[in-house]
C-alpha cells in the first residue's frame, strides 16, 4: 500500500485547475487528496516539510526515443523509462521509427506491456502512417489504434508523394487518429547542421530552415483540407512558429511542440566540432531560439518534449558529419525549464503546463493534473552536475555534461 504524505509549506502549482499557491497538500495513490487546511486535518502515514519545494503533476513527454525495440546498445524500455521517472516523466510518447517499425498493433502492445513491466513510465506508441514507414502502402491504422497507439506519423521518414500523404490523412481522420509530424523536406535536409555562418566556417554540409518549413505548410495546407487533427513536433525556427501561428488563428485543429534543448543552445554549440550538439533538427539561430521561447509562451507551441535519444559513447565519436545525431535529454529537460523561469523567459505555471496538462491533453489520456496521471515533488534550487554518473539513461550524450543546473525530482507519486 503506497503511502500517505502530507508535505506543508509546497508551491502548488496545477494548471489544470490555475492553481499556484503555497500550501498543505496530502498525496497518496498518485495523486493530490486534499488541500489547505482539510490537507492538515487529515490522517496520514507521515509530514514533510515542504518548504521552497513545488507540487505539480507528473510530465507527459511527446516524443522520446527507448532504443526498444532494436539493438539494445544505446538503452532499454527498462533503463530509459527508469531514467524518465528520475526526470519527473510517468507518461512518454514513442515514436514509430523502432526496429522493426511500429505498424502493427502486436508491437504497439508488446511496447506497452513492457514499460508495464518495468514500472517506471507508462510509454504510448506513435504508429506507422506507412506500412515500415516506407511511405507507399498505407499502414493497418486501425489495428494499431486498437492496440493502445496514441496517433500515426512517419518520424523524419518521407512518403512517395504528396498525394500520398494526403490519402493517409484521409485513413487516419477516418479512424479520429492524430497525425503526428516531425516536418522535414528530405531533399532539402543532406546536411548535418545549420546552414548558417557556423557550418560555413566549419565546411559542415547544411540544412536551411526550409527544410522544415516546407514540409510543416504542405502539411497545414493538407490538414486544412481534411480536417484531421495533427501535431507538428520538434519545431526548430522562428517561421515554424509564425506558420503554425496563422495555422491556428485559422482555427485548424493543430498543435505544436519544441524540444527543450532547443529553448537553450544554438549553432554556436557545434562550434570546435562538438558532436554532443549534433541533434537533427539542427540547432539554429539567436533569432530562432528566442522565437521558440516566445511561442511557448504565447501559447503558439502548446508543448516542451525531451526529444530523448540515448546513445552509445561510439556514436558520439566519429567525425561531426558521421556522428549519430541525437541528445540524452530526459533528465535534463526540468532543470533546464526551471532557467527559463529563473531568466524571466517563461512563468512557472506556463512551464508546468508544457510539460503536463498541455502534453496530456493533445494524446488525450487521463494525466497532467493533481487529480490523476502521478504527482511530482519537486526541489527546483536542489543544484547538480550533468556527468556520466548522475544520469540514469544508458545514453551520456548529452550538451551539457558538466554543466551544474538546478532543479531535481524529490519523488514521483
Known sequence: MSQVI?????RVIDPASTRDEITSVVIGK????????????????????GAGLWVVPAFVDLCARLREPGPRQHGTIASETRAAAAGGFAHLVLPPDTSPVIDHGALAAQVIEKAQAAGHARVYPIGALTRGLEGKALAGMGGLKSAGCV?????????????TLLRCLEYAGSTDLTVFFSPEEVSLAAGCAHDGFVASRLGLGGIPDTAETVALATAILLVEQTGVRAHFGQLSCKASVEL???AKDKGLPVTADVSMHQLHLTEDAIDGFNAMAHVRPPLRREADRQALIAGVREGVIDAICSDHQPLNA??????????????STLETVL???????????????????????????????PAGSLAEGGVLVVDPSAAWTVSADTLLSTGKNSAFLGRTLQGRVRSLH
Not at 498518485?30 to 516539510?49: C, L, M, N, Q, Y
Open 30 to 49: 498518485g495523486r493530490v487528496t486534499a488541500f489547505g487546511a482539510e490537507a492538515d486535518a487529515a490522517e496520514v502515514h507521515a509530514v514533510s516539510d
Open 151 to 163: 496517433g500515426v506519423g512517419q518520424a523524419r521518414r518521407p512518403v512517395a508523394s504528396v498525394e
Open 244 to 246: 503554425v501561428r496563422i
Open 6 to 10: 502530507r508535505y506543508t509549506g509546497v
Open 335 to 365: 532543470p533546464l525549464g526551471l532557467q527559463l523561469v529563473r531568466d524571466g523567459e517563461l512563468e512557472a505555471g506556463r512551464l508546468i503546463a508544457a510539460l503536463s496538462s498541455a502534453p496530456a491533453g493533445i494524446i488525450g489520456i
Open 314 to 327: 561510439a556514436a558520439k565519436l566519429a567525425p561531426f558529419a558521421e556522428a549519430l545525431p541525437g541528445m
